[in-house]
């Protein structure tokens, strides 16, 4: 925690006169934006990942850098945001599922002026993203802790449902590409016995299944490495710490203290863009996000975008 209040301290002043105001920038935003559809005049094809918050009082979508933000307005209170790419264009599309109805509402991107709805799942599911057919589209998936079942209709193949049951009631789906071959993994990890559940998609005969955390830990799957292949890992809020199992080196973990404040967010992403993921956490009560780039691990990046009550968009889920 030392590390992040010195760096806080460093960069404070910088971070916050090059922002403006949030509630400026966002109201903004909601002024040019018509209700119910993306900012037609802003385009954002990042090369690298940017802080993304969704606030579901109001539905307000707000995607960082500041100086040429992305506002949109989607969803509604209750909602859970899903953003990825389900169309298979390379942008990620603002997207939320509705609990209420089992509604999965897609405003894509490059089209926004023609929303898709898509019923898939029941109240008590578990949204989950990823492309578990490797097309390149995001496909619609629920876990339902219920009956331990997936329930995957994939993009290529949207009339035959698949069905696995993977799990129990307890579980934590951690859907992610641990093979490296382009498709998302069905996945659990289990509190109770900090244990990861894995069904690689080369392989799904052979589970995958490796004790790799404790109960009050969080899971933060990603590249850690960059080898492609996505890293068994787990944050533990008690002390900020990162525990990671490299999967190009697994007899070597990576630790790391970052974060640990009682209300951070792990916002784990590759923010760099250098194909390796970096460590990083959201601090709603500050509204910061603080990253170390795996680039350059000895000059944290501090980002002032946020407040309590939004919903970082990178706890990482599949892909
Ligand atoms: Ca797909
Ligand atoms: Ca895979
Ligand atoms: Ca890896
Ligand atoms: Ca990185």
Redesign the pocket.
């Known amino acids: 925690m030392r590390s992040l209040v010195v760096a806080l301290s460093l960069v404070c002043a910088s971070a916050l006169s090059a922002a403006p105001q949030q509630n400026d920038v966002w109201q903004s935003g909601q002024d040019s934006a018509a209700p119910g559809s993306a900012s037609p005049t802003v385009s954002l094809v990042p090369a690298k990942t940017v802080p993304a918050i969704w606030r579901g009082s109001t539905g307000l979508w707000a995607v960082s850098p500041v100086n040429a933000p992305l506002l949109a307005q989607w969803g509604t209170a209750g909602d859970i945001p899903l953003p990825a790419d389900y169309d298979g264009d390379g942008l990620t599309d603002f997207a939320v599922w509705r609990p209420s109805t089992g509604i999965w509402y897609i405003l894509p991107r490059a089209f926004p002026g023609t929303p898709i709805g898509k019923l898939w799942g029941t109240a008590g599911d578990v949204p989950v993203r990823g492309d578990f057919d490797g097309d390149g589209k995001t496909d619609f998936v629920v876990w339902r802790p219920s009956d331990g079942n997936w329930y995957l209709n994939l993009s290529s193949r949207p009339d035959v449902p698949v069905i696995r049951l993977w799990g129990i009631q307890g579980d934590v789906p951690v859907p992610a ?9 069905i996945a659990v990890w289990r509190p109770s016995n900090g244990t990861w559940y894995i069904l ?3 392989n799904p005969d052979v589970p995958i299944v490796r004790e790799w955390g404790i109960a009050s830990d969080i899971p933060v799957p990603g590249d850690y490495d960059g080898d492609n292949k996505t890293d068994m890992a787990v944050w533990r809020p008690s002390t900020g710490t990162w525990f990671v199992i490299p999967s190009a080196t697994p007899s070597f973990p990576i630790i790391q203290q970052w974060g640990g404040a009682t209300d951070d967010i792990p916002v784990q992403d590759d923010f760099d863009g250098d194909g390796r993921t970096d460590f990083a956490v959201f601090r709603p009560s500050l509204g910061y996000w603080f990253i170390i780039p795996s680039s350059t691990p000895t000059a944290p990046s501090i980002i002032l975008w946020g407040t309590q009550g939004d919903t970082p968009l990178h706890r990482a889920q599949g892909k």
């Open positions: 590409d641990y093979d490296g071959d382009g498709k998302t993994d690689p998609s080369t």
